[in-house]
């Protein structure tokens, strides 16, 4: 058994199946220094737990806001589900220091990258779903996330560096931007992709992420700050 009970208190859940929570601190990594270590590592919790974060803050979103077009809450909740923004609650848990991984990870930074602590937050939330049920996960999310969700009707949120590019280039009068795919790297399971986005056949920047969605986010946040300089 890992040593776990320090995060369920910060979790405030009891698992009656500490297996699932120990799969959701398991960083793919560590298996290459104990081969024989029986827990899977969480990336099939991860895929769970994207669903079911997405899921909640969505309806969430949908009874909190009732006048808001599918536009409007689409893009609040891009922002709310956002890597940056699971990586922030992440480490308020103080996830990254309950992380089994490897030693090469770990002295290079991964308890503390914000790509490690966002997926591993979705896979807590993965097995608190399969541990405890919809309603406990729900309120788990929900909690996590009271102060972002209770703020979020009353300050202005950044906006998706996709929306922000496109209006930028609308106001310019050119073509809607291009996304396209220049590599697609890893295994199945943890995949990489690298997304160049162009405007008028010239490009403008170029993004990696473990999604094409973030790869493309960051290949539009790399082209305005181009276009901006």
């Known amino acids: ?6 995060f ?23 298996f ?12 099939r919790l991860e895929f769970l737990g994207d669903s079911v974060l997405g899921f909640v803050i969505a309806d969430e979103l949908f009874r909190r806001f009732p006048l808001m077009n599918e536009g409007q809450l689409t893009e609040l909740r891009a922002h709310l589900v956002r890597r940056e923004t699971l990586a922030v609650v992440a480490k308020k848990l103080c996830l990254g220091s309950f992380l089994l991984m ?15 602590l966002s997926a591993a937050l979705e896979a807590v939330i993965g097995a608190v779903y ?7 996960s729900r309120a ?5 996330w009271h102060d ?10 950044p906006k998706d ?49 473990r999604r094409k969605l973030d790869a493309e986010r960051g290949a539009a946040r790399v082209a305005l700050a181009n276009l901006r300089v």
């Open 130 to 136: 399969l541990d405890k049920g919809h309603e406990q």
């Open 8 to 30: 369920e208190e910060k979790l405030d859940v009891r698992f009656a199946n500490r297996r699932l929570l120990d799969e959701a601190l398991t960083h793919s990594s560590y």
């Open 1 to 6: 058994m890992l040593m776990t009970d320090g």
């Open 161 to 209: 560096p996709k929306s922000e590019l496109q209006e930028l280039i609308q106001a310019q009068g050119s073509d809607a931007p291009v996304y396209n795919l220049v590599t697609e790297d890893g295994p199945p399971h943890d995949r990489h992709f690298t997304i160049e986005v162009k405007v008028n056949g010239k490009a403008l920047g170029t993004g990696v992420g």
């Open 148 to 157: 972002y969700v209770q703020n979020i009707g009353e300050k202005a949120i």
């Open 140 to 144: 788990l999310v929900l909690r996590l």
């Open 32 to 43: 290459h220094e104990f081969p024989d270590h029986d827990i899977p590592c969480y990336e």
């Open 102 to 116: 490897g030693r090469g990870e770990a002295l290079s930074g991964g308890r503390g990258r914000d790509s490690n």
